[in-house]
């Protein structure tokens, strides 16, 4: 929370926060066939960022972050919103339901895109907003 | 059709762009979508005046049999070329009175989707739709009032309005329900020739109650009049449109409409002349007892919706004809009065008669329309309210039984609202000059337009009736339900009763205008009971809601966090515990077979942390207890195979433990708050709740639902969603909508957390 917290936190963290972000996308792309999924990663990626507030400050984590966290959430809610009227528009189906697309990629093989998939993309950066708002606000209060 | 109605709507919606386009010219701008459409709607008369009513159907809501069918005949005709052609002269003359004001396209916006829902309520004739044009009109009107939203009592009364008539909307809204189902049909046109079918129905009277109490408190019928002469909070243009013509005619026009259902019932007849003399008489004395000039209209309004439900309630063809008469003249003469009236205050600053004189020099033009109009409300000839006062007496006179009584109370009226209207006319323009707040001027001429063309209308009309014979022989037909003969409208009937008494009252009105400064106090205190009581009423009501909310927010949310958690166990434990013991539904068979070495540990260690969270006098060390329970948990979960819930778990417990770390610092010293018996109270409900949680777990396992749903959801994961985790298929595919919920409510509570701990941050610096 302040920057003199210990030296080893700080160093682990520089390396930890890529990695716990990349094994949240990871956790993310794999949840519909494996454990995993936009909640649990959205929880990563948030405890990553949480990881870094603790070793260095909020104004830090802040600008680690890029945008304002409630951005996140909001445009989180619009993508899990959109996705559901993609059947509507195209199909004229009722909202929410899903659209699948295959694609082949050559060297790579089929790559399967569908509107479940932006959904949890939804839920993930739902989660990373929230998550991240709350415990940011309590930080700044703690300042 | 559909375009003619919903235009209002559209264009209300491009309002604050044109008005930056166009600047100070918007009224005139706006005003062509009346204009045109006062066209096309006039572009109907041929058709309707020969008889031929017009049904337009458009499909809306076909699953549910709502329709935005459109019924055209002589009635709807009427009151939708009164909206546009009125609606024309209201905007032009609004775009001129609000100039410069820096909310004028709110207003103008407000106006023009009011004339919209008030279009689609007149023509609507499907009776769903009619209700959602009404409630419309209810809620724009709530707007304008409101215009003024820094006025402290224009806010009230835009309110009062608002629950009195969408007080009265919800008992309409059950009442054409009732009717929809009496009649077996929601359409208008099926259902108006079924009048004595819908007569014999045991749920007729009910109905028809509930479709008065409605109408009633639209037009402002005793004892529910009271809001109308408050509304005149809103600008001058408002009152002149909402209050005159339009959106309090909405009630009689229902009466009117429903008149060939309801015809021949006596508890109809009766409720409808008896509560309309009534109101007509207390509108009338109280325009003659006030002295602010839009009061005093407005008091005159509801007499003229006293006397239209009077003479719809009388339902002769004599008494009908007089209603339209009545109806068309005074929404000519009033519209011009009102706006006349806020062009005085416009150019005066006052609207008190008492500090008005004098003015007939420096506003020619103003003095004479005025005093054309006003003698249309004092029903002088050759003016056509002089044809619509002289029908009414008629009308009195052939009510049977009721004539006597209704005549008594017309003369008095019709003495009253004479003298109404020569405070109107001449307390302003006579006498002499008196100081005003402003300077008086004559006012532009866009201010000036409107009054001038509806005043010299009726004079034209009174003239030669002729000219709108037509259309209120339509007008009757439409509501009597049968044809009608050709109308004889005349100013000169020769020698008769009604004669005798328009010139009786005109003669004592003037009387009472002379003595005006005598009269007025001692009139008002006989009438302040039936004037003022009902209003106080409204009032008590009020304050008896918010008495009653203060109390069910003290007690049920009082802001301690344990008196919610106690509220919500004990109720749950209360109604699981009811219906458990009632229904006899305790199955459970407890074995311990199958049950491994390390679950029992994992259990032990559950019940050990879950014991020490409890009793430990340390913060950080029963938030560790949580953890180590929390994680247990997820152990658990990992036996039984749920590696998802297992994740889940143990990554909330880790951001709560870190969440706990950041409020934990913040917090004051332990403490002993609570005394030994609440705490004893606390463990027996948390206590008596674990139990019950148990029990009826123990019990759901017994019981079995056919496992109908989750074979089902095992069954289609990867054929229909492509998907082999079940677990997150039903999150983003099979139950999307339920997660979609819980993300906007997960973000709510960040917003909520946000706003608490900002608010917190700026008090204490």
């Known amino acids: 929370m302040s920057t003199d917290s210990s030296l080893i936190l700080q160093t682990a963290t520089r390396f930890l926060v890529p990695l716990l972000l990349l094994f949240s996308v990871f956790l993310l792309l794999r949840g519909h066939n494996e454990p995993g999924g936009g909640f649990i990663a959205g929880l990563v990626a948030s405890s990553a960022f949480a990881l870094h507030l603790f070793a260095f400050d909020a104004g830090s984590t802040r600008k680690l972050m890029g945008v304002e966290s409630q951005l996140i959430m909001g445009m989180g809610l619009l993508l899990a919103l959109a996705s559901g009227m993609v059947g509507m528009l195209l199909h004229g189906q009722p909202f929410l339901s899903s659209q699948w697309w295959s694609l082949t990629l050559p060297g790579i093989g089929d790559l399967d895109l569908s509107t479940p998939l932006l959904f949890d993309i939804g839920v993930y950066l739902v989660v990373i907003g929230v998550v991240s708002t709350i415990v940011l606000s309590l930080a700044k209060a703690e300042e | ?765």
């Open chain 2, 1 to 765: 059709m559909l375009v003619a109605v919903l235009a209002g709507f559209v264009l209300a919606c491009f309002v604050p762009r044109l008005s930056l386009l166009v600047g100070p010219h918007i009224g005139w701008c706006l005003a062509l979508l009346p204009a045109a459409l006062f066209t096309y709607f006039a572009g109907f008369l041929p058709e309707i005046v020969q008889g031929h009513n017009q049904v337009i159907d458009y499909p809306w809501i076909p699953s549910l049999g709502i329709s935005l069918n459109f019924l055209v005949d002589g009635l709807s005709l009427m009151f939708a070329l009164l909206i546009t052609g009125i609606g024309t002269f209201i905007l032009i003359y609004a775009g001129a009175y609000l100039k410069g004001h820096k909310d004028i396209h709110k207003l103008l916006m407000y106006l023009l989707a009011f004339m919209a829902a008030m279009l689609g309520l007149v023509l609507s004739s499907n009776l769903i739709a009619l209700f959602v044009f009404w409630e419309l009109t209810s809620i724009t009107s709530y707007l304008l009032i409101g215009f003024n939203h820094e006025h402290d009592p224009a806010r009230k009364a835009a309110l009062q309005g608002l629950l009195v008539t969408v007080g009265g909307g919800l008992a309409l809204m059950a009442g054409l329900l009732l009717l929809g189902v009496i009649g077996g049909s929601f359409e208008l046109h099926e259902l108006l020739p079924r009048g004595d079918a819908l007569q014999a129905s045991p749920l007729f009277m009910a109905m028809m109650v509930l479709v008065l109490a409605g109408t009633f408190t639209k037009s402002a019928q005793t004892p529910f009049h009271f809001w109308l002469p408050n509304a005149m909070a809103a600008p001058t243009p408002v009152s002149a449109y909402l209050h005159s013509a339009t959106m309090v005619k909405a009630g009689v026009y229902l009466m009117a409409r429903l008149q060939p259902v309801m015809a021949g019932n006596e508890a109809w007849t009766l409720t409808l002349t008896l509560i309309g003399a009534l109101t007509m008489l207390v509108g009338g004395v109280m325009a003659v007892c006030s002295t602010d000039l839009k009061r005093i209209l407005a008091f005159s309004t509801v007499m003229a919706l006293g006397t239209l439900t009077m003479l719809i309630g009388i339902g002769t063809p004599g008494a009908l004809l007089a209603a339209m008469v009545f109806l068309l003249a005074h929404a000519l003469y009033k519209g011009a009065l009102f706006m006349a009236a806020g062009t005085l205050d416009h150019s005066t600053g006052t609207k008190d008669v008492h500090d008005l004189g004098g003015l007939r020099g420096l506003m020619p033009q103003t003095a004479f329309f005025v005093g054309l109009a006003a003698l249309a409300l004092a029903g002088v000839p050759p003016l056509f309210g002089f044809i619509a006062k002289e029908l009414m007496f008629e009308a009195a006179l052939q009510a049977g039984a009721l004539s006597g009584l209704l005549l008594v109370m017309a003369m008095l009226t019709a003495v009253c609202i004479v003298a109404a209207a020569a405070l109107v006319a001449i307390k302003p323009f006579m006498g002499e000059l008196k100081p005003t707040p402003k300077t008086p001027h004559e006012a532009p001429f866009a201010m000036r337009l409107g009054f001038s063309v509806l005043a010299l209308g009726g004079l034209l009309l009174g003239l030669v009736p002729g000219l709108a014979e037509p259309l209120l022989r339509a007008a009757v037909r439409a509501i009597g339900g049968h044809p009608v003969a050709p109308l004889e409208l005349a100013l000169w009937h020769g020698f008769n009763l009604p004669l005798l008494f328009s010139g009786l009252a005109l003669v004592a009105g003037v009387w009472l205008y002379r003595d005006w400064d005598r009269w007025r106090e001692p009139l008002a205190g006989l009438i302040r009971p039936l004037a003022y009581g009902p209003e106080r009423g409204y009032e008590r009501m009020m304050e008896a809601l918010v008495r009653l909310a203060d109390w069910q927010t003290r007690v049920l949310q009082n802001g301690y966090m344990t008196h919610y958690i106690l509220t919500i166990l004990v109720t749950t434990i209360g109604l699981l515990a009811y219906t458990l013991v009632s229904r006899d539904a305790f199955i459970y068979s407890l074995s311990f077979e199958g049950v491994r070495f390390y679950e029992v540990v994992v259990s032990l260690l559950m019940l050990v942390a879950v014991v020490y969270a409890s009793a430990t006098h340390l913060r950080l060390g029963s938030v560790a207890a949580i953890g180590a329970l929390g994680f247990a948990m997820a152990l658990i979960y990992v036996f039984f195979s749920a590696p998802d819930l297992a994740i889940t778990q143990v990554l909330v417990e880790t951001l709560t433990v870190i969440l706990l770390v950041l409020v934990l610092f913040r917090l004051p010293g332990f403490q002993d708050l609570s005394s030994p018996w609440i705490r004893w109270r606390d463990a027996l409900v948390a206590g008596a709740f674990g139990v019950l949680i148990t029990l009826l777990v123990l019990t759901v396992n017994q019981s079995s639902l056919g496992g109908g749903i989750s074979r089902f959801l095992v069954e289609n994961s990867y054929v229909a969603a492509h998907g082999r985790n079940i677990v997150n298929v039903i999150l983003v595919d099979f139950r999307a909508l339920d997660t979609l919920g819980e993300i906007f409510v997960l973000a709510l509570a960040a917003i909520g957390v946000n706003a608490m701990i900002r608010l917190r941050a700026e008090e204490q610096p």
